[in-house]
């Protein structure tokens, strides 16, 4: 699990009352942001450099192919599935984004489940009226444990979608928007709420001034 987290810049909550107290109070909000903002501009050019090297290498990828199909979203699999999964927590008001690899391969004892559950309902069909509120909660089981099954259902590399031997331009497009993912999304949504934290302690340092 890759984890993505930025400091986060401390704002003191002391109290203050002087006019230059509230002033020497903005300007080091006002550093912070600059600070911040200047992060978030660093993680939004790594973002594009490594979409850009992405798309190039698709690009490439389509070029050299030899044959008719085309690596793009006109060949995706209807059946893709996510391969990577955004895990948040939250400390003390200070978000982590992590990004977490989905497991390739899972135990498929849950899919095997329903079928001793089909052969004894004929026991409880025998008693329908006094049963049903049970049927309720058996139905929203099974839509959970559905989704579960869904969940830990084997996910493959979607790359294997075009074949075994694929060239490596196309492999090198899989790397640079994995590591857009892995990378720089995960801080630009970190560093977004920031600077609109910090915005609105800034906008209220503003007001106390403005009231003396």
Do not use: C
């Amino acid at each position: 699990m890759a984890d993505v987290e930025v400091q986060k810049a401390p704002i003191a909550n002391h109290a203050v009352t002087s006019r230059d107290d509230l002033i020497a109070r903005l300007d080091e909000l006002l550093e912070q942001y600059l600070h911040t903002l200047d992060a978030y501009q660093k993680a939004q050019q790594q973002l594009a450099k490594q979409l850009s090297s992405g798309y190039m290498s698709l690009a490439q990828a389509n070029f050299t192919n030899t044959t008719r199909l085309r690596y793009g979203q006109d060949y995706y699999d209807a059946r893709m599935r996510a391969t990577r999964k955004v895990v948040i927590t939250e400390e003390n008001d200070n978000l982590t984004f992590g990004i977490e690899a989905l497991a390739s391969e899972e135990p498929k004892h849950n899919a095997e489940e329903p079928s001793p559950s089909g052969d004894e309902p004929s026991e409880a069909q025998t008693h329908p009226q006094p049963k049903k509120e049970p049927a309720s909660t058996n139905a929203s089981n099974e839509k959970t444990e559905s989704s579960e099954s869904e969940k830990k259902a084997p996910v493959k590399d979607p790359i294997t979608w075009f074949g075994v031997l694929v060239p490596p331009a196309l492999r090198s497009a899989q790397t640079a928007f994995v590591s857009a993912v892995e990378g720089p999304v995960g801080t630009l949504s970190k560093l977004s709420k920031e600077l609109k934290r910090q915005e609105i302690e800034i906008g209220r340092v503003r007001k106390q001034i403005k009231k003396l």
